[in-house]
């Protein structure tokens, strides 16, 4: 299987979380997940804590130079290969991630908004998120995918490093898609 790192990008509930996941049970790899790092700060009494209350789980993305920062912190902290579940989203923070490690293969999972707007009020029954509960979010953070993190896709093409994925198929079938791929570039 693959041994480098691996970076997942998907629109807001285009099934990296769960890829993230299944890849984790399965082949072992290290999980780095930037929304479930600032969520735990964020309901802690922490510096961060406070500067990112009123941005999480209202749809705005937080300052690059925080996130870099959190990033800086724990990817030293792995010794195995690991996959980065929701950064880099803004090309500064691409540019950054050059600066610190070596990405090796970019997986993008493409999904339409009509099914993310779907798959995210679903999530909301139980995720417990504010920002999954309420439409105007979701179109917020679909908005915000397209004008600041959608730029990565031309930038990690550039680099060939970047595979497609069809996030519009079952958990299981993007699953085979993705192990497929991680066996080609091994
Ligand atoms: P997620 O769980 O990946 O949907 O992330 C939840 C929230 O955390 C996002 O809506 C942003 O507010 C914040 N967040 C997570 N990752 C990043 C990042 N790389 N850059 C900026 N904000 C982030």
Redesign the pocket.
């Known amino acids: 299987m693959y041994k480098g790192n691996i970076i997942l990008i998907s629109p807001?509930?285009g099934g990296?979380?769960t890829l993230a996941k299944q890849l984790k049970d399965k082949w072992g790899y290290t999980l780095i997940?930037?929304?479930?790092?600032?969520?735990v700060e964020k309901n802690s009494d922490s510096k961060i804590g406070k500067q990112?209350k009123n941005?999480?789980?209202?749809?705005?993305?937080?300052?690059?130079e925080?996130?870099n920062h959190i990033?800086q912190k724990e990817i030293p902290k792995t010794t195995e290969p690991f996959i980065l579940?929701?950064?880099?989203?803004?090309v500064p923070?691409g540019e950054f991630l050059d600066k610190i490690t070596d990405v090796g293969l970019v997986i993008y999972l493409e999904v339409t908004d009509k099914t993310i707007q779907e798959r995210i009020l679903e999530r909301g029954k139980t995720s417990g998120?504010e920002?999954d509960l309420s439409v105007d979010i979701i179109q917020r953070?679909i908005k915000?995918f397209k004008e600041e993190t959608f730029p990565l896709i031309n930038f990690y093409k550039a680099k060939k490093v970047l595979t497609y994925v069809d996030g519009e198929a079952s958990i299981e079938e993007v699953f085979e898609m993705v192990e497929n791929i991680l066996r080609i570039w091994s």
């Open positions: 807001p509930g990296k979380g997940t930037t929304g479930e790092i600032l969520r990112i941005l999480i789980g209202k749809g705005n993305l937080v300052p690059d925080l996130i990033i579940d929701g950064f880099p989203r803004t923070q998120r920002d953070r915000q």
